[in-house]
Structure formats: C-alpha cells, structure tokens
C-alpha cells in the first residue's frame, strides 16, 4: 500500500509498505478516509526532537475493513474516529478518562501504520476506535470528524482542564489548530471573553471573525506574560497552553500563576512547576 514515509528530518516521501493486517484478535483494519498532518510531525520533520524512520501519521479517520474475532464494538463497514493514541478501555487509567497513560496502549505509529497512508491496523480497537453514526456525511462534515481524532479533543481537553465556565475570560496561548480548537471549545463552555495570543494573522482573523475574540499578538523570542491582561479578578481568568513548547509554557506560567490552567506541553522535558505550588486551584498540566 502507499504511505507517507519519514526518512530524516526534511525528508518524506510517499513510498510502498506493507499491506495493513490482522496480527491479533483484538486489531481492526482501518481503509483511511481522510488523515492530516499535526504539528508534532513538524517537531521530527525540523530535528526537534526524535523520531524513528518509517510510517508517519496519527489523525485520522476511516472505514473497517477487517475485525479480529474479540472485536465487538465495530464492524466492517463502520465509519471510524481513531484518536492519536490506541488504548484498551479497561485499565484503571483508561476508565479515568486518561487514556492516553493506558497500560496497554501506544501512539500511532507504534503499532506499525502511520496514518499517513492507505491502511492501517488499529491495535485495541474496541477500546480506541469511534463509530460514528448514521451515513452519507458531506465532505464539510468528514473534514470536521477528523478534528476529532487530536486537535478537537485537545483542544476540548484544555479548556475543561483549566475549568472554562460561563462568563469567564479565557486567554489561549497559540493560534495552530489546537489553539482555534481551543477558542471554539472555550466559547462552547461559555467564555465571555477570548484573547488568543498568537502570531499569525490569518488564523487569528478566523478566530476573531468566528468567535468575536479579542488579540493580543505575542511577540517573537517571549515578553512578559500577555495572560495577566485576560482578567485581573481572582477567579475569573483562565489559561490553555496550546502549543506545547517550553516558551509557550513559561508564558503561561508566568501570566497566570493563580489561575486555573492547562497545557499540553510534552513530558519528554524539564519544566518548572512552581507555578503550581502556591495556585491551590490550579490544575496540573495534562500529559499526552
Ligand atoms: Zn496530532
Ligand atoms: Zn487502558
């Protein structure tokens, strides 16, 4: 089958791997429908960080093609969201919602498949794949369910873990896709107010024209923290850390050390955390 193939940074290439397949009884064979590129790909594609050569890919979704036998909760045929990481529903950390620490699970491509490519096998797939329902769905709406698979979630994730609620001022660090994702969800929460510290324009105009947010543009290299301004009232503020790099977790630290916040910085990295330690109301950052 065809596949997108990371061969060092600053190369990949579409090239030929092996065809998808059943490898155990629980395994589902996904034919991809649409799957996208996150920024965590660029991470490995500029150097940034490691990555093995082979498949790429983890955002996606598609239709069954094949189940093994313990397979219950999809069939041939399906309509499916395959979240970045596979889990098995079961473990004590995936029914705590966390199913990204699943004691049993991974993060595509470790099962073998990017989802950059034609095929994949999903490992757990009663626990990691979403149907969705009914048929016949536009190619607006398919583009929209494949947010679902990371930057949605994430995005989602970040505001309920920073404890958006109606009438509150939620500053957003960063515009990528995770960023706009966490506007819409911010607002879905209902925040009065969103200032999305960002650098590009065009995302931002999208944001604004969407969501009536307010802008601060951040500067390039840091500068002080731009959240403070969100609001200064105790208790109203609040800050998503959506773009996963030291520089924007410091800005978030340092704007709103005493509100709740989220982030979606990696683990993989020294980070300080005593922002935390005097923020009784803080949430820690999300792992993922
Ligand atoms: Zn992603
Ligand atoms: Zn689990």
Same mark, same amino acid.
């Given at each position: 089958?065809?596949? &997108?193939?990371?061969?060092?940074?600053?190369?990949?290439?579409?090239?030929?791997?092996?065809?998808? $397949?059943?490898?155990?009884?629980?395994?589902?064979?996904?034919?991809?429908?649409? &799957?996208?590129?996150?920024g965590?790909? =660029?991470?490995?594609? *500029?150097?940034? #960080?490691?990555?093995?050569? !082979?498949?790429?890919?983890h955002?996606?979704?598609?239709?069954?093609?094949?189940?093994?036998?313990?397979?219950?909760?999809?069939?041939?045929? @399906?309509?499916?969201?395959?979240?970045?990481?596979? /889990?098995?529903?079961?473990?004590?950390?995936?029914?705590?919602?966390?199913?990204?620490?699943c004691?049993?699970? !991974?993060?595509?491509?470790?099962?073998?498949?990017?989802?950059?490519?034609?095929?994949? *096998?999903?490992?757990?797939?009663?626990?990691?794949?979403?149907?969705?329902?009914? /048929?016949?769905?536009?190619?607006?709406?398919?583009?929209?369910?494949?947010?679902l #698979?990371?930057?949605? /979630?994430?995005?989602?994730?970040?505001?309920?873990? $920073?404890?958006?609620?109606?009438?509150?001022?939620?500053?957003?660090?960063? @515009?990528? $896709?995770?960023?706009?994702?966490?506007? =819409?969800?911010?607002?879905?929460?209902?925040?009065?107010?969103?200032?999305?510290?960002?650098?590009?324009?065009?995302r931002?105009?999208? &944001?604004? =024209? %969407?969501?009536?947010?307010? *802008?601060?543009?951040?500067?390039?290299?840091?500068? /002080?923290?731009?959240?403070?301004?969100?609001? %200064?009232?105790? !208790?109203?503020g609040?800050?998503?850390?959506?773009?996963?790099?030291r520089? $924007?977790?410091?800005?978030?630290?340092? #704007?709103?050390?005493?509100?709740?916040?989220?982030?979606?910085?990696?683990?993989?990295?020294?980070?300080?955390?005593?922002?935390?330690?005097?923020?009784?109301?803080?949430?820690?950052?999300?792992? %993922?």
């Amino acid at each position: 089958m065809r596949a &997108a193939i990371f061969h060092e940074p600053g190369s990949v290439t579409a090239g030929e791997r092996p065809d998808a $397949a059943l490898r155990e009884s629980t395994d589902a064979v996904v034919r991809v429908v649409l &799957a996208c590129v996150c920024g965590s790909d =660029l991470w490995f594609y *500029r150097g940034e #960080s490691p990555f093995e050569p !082979g498949p790429i890919g983890h955002e996606f979704i598609g239709v069954v093609e094949d189940v093994g036998d313990e397979v219950t909760a999809v069939e041939r045929g @399906d309509l499916v969201i395959a979240p970045f990481a596979y /889990s098995d529903g079961t473990c004590p950390h995936c029914r705590h919602g966390i199913t990204t620490s699943c004691a049993n699970g !991974g993060f595509f491509p470790m099962n073998g498949d990017g989802g950059q490519g034609e095929a994949v *096998r999903v490992p757990l797939a009663d626990g990691t794949l979403v149907k969705v329902p009914g /048929s016949g769905h536009s190619e607006v709406m398919l583009r929209s369910l494949l947010t679902l #698979s990371d930057v949605m /979630s994430t995005g989602h994730h970040a505001a309920v873990c $920073a404890e958006v609620k109606r009438g509150d001022t939620v500053a957003v660090v960063g @515009d990528g $896709a995770v960023g706009l994702c966490g506007v =819409l969800a911010a607002r879905r929460l209902g925040a009065e107010r969103v200032i999305v510290l960002g650098r590009s324009d065009p995302r931002w105009k999208a &944001a604004y =024209l %969407r969501r009536r947010v307010a *802008r601060h543009r951040a500067r390039r290299g840091g500068g /002080s923290g731009c959240g403070a301004r969100a609001d %200064r009232r105790p !208790g109203r503020g609040r800050v998503l850390e959506c773009v996963g790099t030291r520089e $924007a977790f410091d800005r978030q630290c340092g #704007s709103q050390p005493t509100c709740p916040t989220s982030s979606t910085y990696p683990t993989n990295a020294t980070v300080s955390i005593s922002a935390w330690a005097s923020s009784s109301g803080a949430t820690r950052p999300q792992r %993922r």
